[in-house]
């Protein structure tokens, strides 16, 4: 069994993208770019792993650290070239087995499935030297060139600022990703020059070495949306959308039924349950869980919650980080929950907040109430127990306990304890002065006149 090496390339300066932070930090569906390449790789026998970055990438590097702990990181100071980038690569790894292969990434290609990786892989298994992933572009402008000789075979990798009038015409292009036998690789690597237009080191030019050298080099084509490269903004917006599309796509097909499936923004780790219904303009962020029968109505934002079963949520609803929500809860419109836990059958129907909070099971909290945790210092936890009444307009101010079964008068301010089963009230008494508005009236009508 040969050795799969791999080399992902992530060194690049973020010029097109023309932001100050590195373009493998880019998200889509709530995951930077470099992420996604590393994840479609973690699923093949990879044997050593080398991502390349250049200087001030400390936090790439932080991110290859947690998502691949055992790959190494080798710094390219300067941006010369994909060939010089996998030259560095290559110097880090030392000799592999002999038989070993050499798998290249570039990270700005994030919608890679692993099961195409998979053909290119055994394309050199197979006895290629060479094996390049070529996808028929709908505007190949950027992106290099799949040359055939007049026999039709591939003969080399022409890129765009190089590339002749008729050669542009050429909608067959490369993807970027390659596989190489890695003896031909150390072998030929180092005789690619960098006499072309953008004065780089062009690992692409490693077509035209191997088949100068009689190697054999293999083709393949894949679909063009797994091979997006995100050089500018809009690059990230239409893979961001890919990427959408097939996480709708996927949880539609676990039973889940999006109305306006293109208004709805998921996460790669969004999780969606059959039964649930998710209305229009829906957000996700990351560590969503809903539970089967979940209906999240039009215009909510979720982040790092688990919403029970048949609980329903919306519309305009926030539900933020360290949220639990329990099975037939019921959460309404404008409604704002953070880090709390919301128990089975809880109602917190209308215009409220609830932070750092555990409300009970059955427990109803009106319109308009409010848990004040902070005290402009530090959090403090409400805590409100089942089956209790919390009326419209109250502030609960934290840290303060709601016994069970009790109950809160709607406009007050509570700053103690409120034992299980009593009323707790706090309000100014209402005054009423009969006929006070007869006399205010008529006094002004005899100043006027
Ligand atoms: C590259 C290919 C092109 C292909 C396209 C697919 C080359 C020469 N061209 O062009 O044929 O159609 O990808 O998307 O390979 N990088 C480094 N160090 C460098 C230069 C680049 O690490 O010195 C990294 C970048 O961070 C990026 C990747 O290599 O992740 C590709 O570089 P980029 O400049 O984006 O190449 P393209 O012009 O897109
Ligand atoms: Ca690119």
């Given at each position: 069994?040969?050795?799969?090496?791999?080399?992902?390339?992530?060194?690049?300066k973020?010029?097109?993208?023309?932001?100050?932070?590195p373009k493998?930090l880019h998200?889509?569906?709530g995951?930077?770019?470099?992420?996604h390449?590393?994840t479609?790789?973690?699923?093949l026998d990879?044997?050593?792993?080398?991502?390349?970055?250049g200087?001030?990438m400390?936090?790439?590097?932080?991110?290859v650290?947690?998502q691949?702990p055992?790959?190494?990181?080798?710094?390219q100071q300067?941006?010369?070239g994909?060939?010089?980038?996998?030259r560095?690569?290559?110097?880090?790894?030392?000799?592999?087995?002999?038989?070993?292969m050499?798998l290249?990434l570039?990270?700005?290609?994030?919608?890679?499935?692993?099961k195409?990786l998979?053909?290119?892989?055994?394309?050199i298994?197979?006895?290629a030297q060479?094996a390049?992933?070529?996808?028929?572009?709908?505007d190949?402008?950027g992106?290099?060139?799949?040359?055939?000789?007049?026999?039709?075979?591939f003969?080399?990798?022409?890129?765009?600022?190089?590339a002749?009038?008729?050669?542009?015409?050429?909608?067959l292009?490369?993807?970027?990703?390659?596989a190489?036998?890695?003896?031909?690789?150390?072998?030929?690597?180092?005789?690619?020059?960098?006499?072309?237009?953008a004065?780089e080191?062009y690992?692409?030019?490693?077509?035209g070495a191997?088949v100068?050298?009689?190697?054999?080099?293999?083709?393949?084509?894949?679909?063009?949306?797994?091979v997006?490269?995100?050089?500018?903004q809009a690059?990230?917006?239409r893979?961001?959308?890919?990427?959408?599309?097939?996480?709708r796509a996927h949880?539609?097909?676990?039973g889940a039924?999006l109305?306006?499936?293109?208004t709805?923004?998921?996460?790669?780790?969004?999780?969606?349950?059959?039964?649930?219904?998710?209305?229009?303009?829906?957000?996700?962020?990351?560590?969503?869980?809903l539970?089967p029968g979940?209906?999240?109505?039009?215009?909510?934002?979720?982040?790092?919650?688990?919403?029970?079963?048949?609980a329903?949520?919306?519309?305009?609803?926030?539900?933020?980080?360290?949220?639990?929500?329990?099975?037939?809860?019921?959460?309404?419109?404008?409604?704002?929950?953070?880090?709390?836990q919301?128990?089975t059958?809880?109602?917190?129907g209308?215009?409220a907040?609830i932070?750092?909070?555990?409300v009970?099971e059955?427990?109803n909290i009106?319109?308009?109430?409010?848990t004040?945790?902070?005290d402009?210092?530090?959090?403090?936890?409400?805590?409100?127990?089942?089956?209790?009444?919390?009326?419209?307009?109250?502030?609960?101010?934290a840290?303060?306990?709601i016994?069970e079964?009790?109950y809160?008068?709607?406009?007050?301010?509570?700053?103690?304890?409120?034992?299980?089963?009593?009323?707790?009230?706090?309000?100014a008494?209402?005054?009423?002065?009969?006929g006070?508005?007869?006399?205010?009236l008529?006094?002004?009508?005899?100043?006027?006149?």
């Open positions: 069994m040969r050795q799969t090496d791999l080399i992902i390339l992530a060194a690049g973020a010029t097109r993208v023309r932001t100050t932070r493998a998200a889509i569906a995951r930077p770019l470099l992420a390449v590393m479609a790789a973690q699923s990879i044997s050593r792993v080398v991502v390349i970055t200087p001030q400390a936090p790439v590097e932080d991110l650290r947690r691949w055992d790959a190494i990181i080798a710094r300067k941006a010369l994909t060939a010089d980038a996998t560095i690569g290559l110097e880090v790894l030392g000799q592999g087995l002999p038989d070993s050499t290249v570039y990270g700005d290609t994030p919608l890679i499935e692993p195409t998979q053909r290119l892989v055994a394309a298994k197979n006895g060479v390049v992933l070529a996808f028929r572009a709908r190949p402008a992106y290099g060139r799949m040359i055939h000789d007049e026999t039709g075979a003969v080399a990798i022409r890129e765009d600022a190089d002749t009038e008729q050669e542009r015409a050429i909608d292009c490369n993807s970027g990703i390659m190489f036998g890695s003896k031909t690789l150390r072998n030929l690597l180092p005789h690619i020059g960098n006499r072309n237009a004065c080191f690992l692409t030019d490693m077509i191997a100068a050298e009689g190697l054999k080099v293999k083709s393949l084509e894949c679909r063009e949306d797994e997006v490269g995100v050089n500018t690059d990230l917006a893979a961001g959308e890919i990427m959408q599309n097939r996480l949880a539609m097909a676990g039924c109305i306006a499936p293109e709805v923004f998921l996460c790669v780790d969004s999780q969606i349950g059959h039964d649930v219904v998710i209305e229009p303009h829906v957000i996700f962020g990351p560590g969503v869980v539970e979940v209906v999240v109505r039009s215009f909510s934002y979720l982040e790092s919650t688990t919403i029970g079963r048949d329903q949520i919306g519309p305009f609803a926030r539900i933020r980080p360290g949220t639990q929500i329990g099975v037939e809860a019921h959460i309404g419109n404008f409604v704002e929950i953070k880090n709390s919301i128990h059958g809880a109602k917190i209308h215009v907040y932070g750092d909070s555990e009970g059955r427990t009106g319109a308009g109430a409010i004040c945790n902070y402009g210092l530090s959090k403090h936890r409400t805590l409100i127990g089942k089956d209790a009444f919390v009326g419209s307009n109250s502030s609960l101010i840290p303060v306990t016994g079964g009790a809160i008068g709607s406009g007050s301010v509570i700053s103690r304890d409120v034992a299980p089963g009593a009323l707790g009230l706090s309000r008494r209402q005054v009423e002065k009969p006070f508005m007869t006399r205010f008529t006094r002004g009508s005899k100043a006027k006149s």
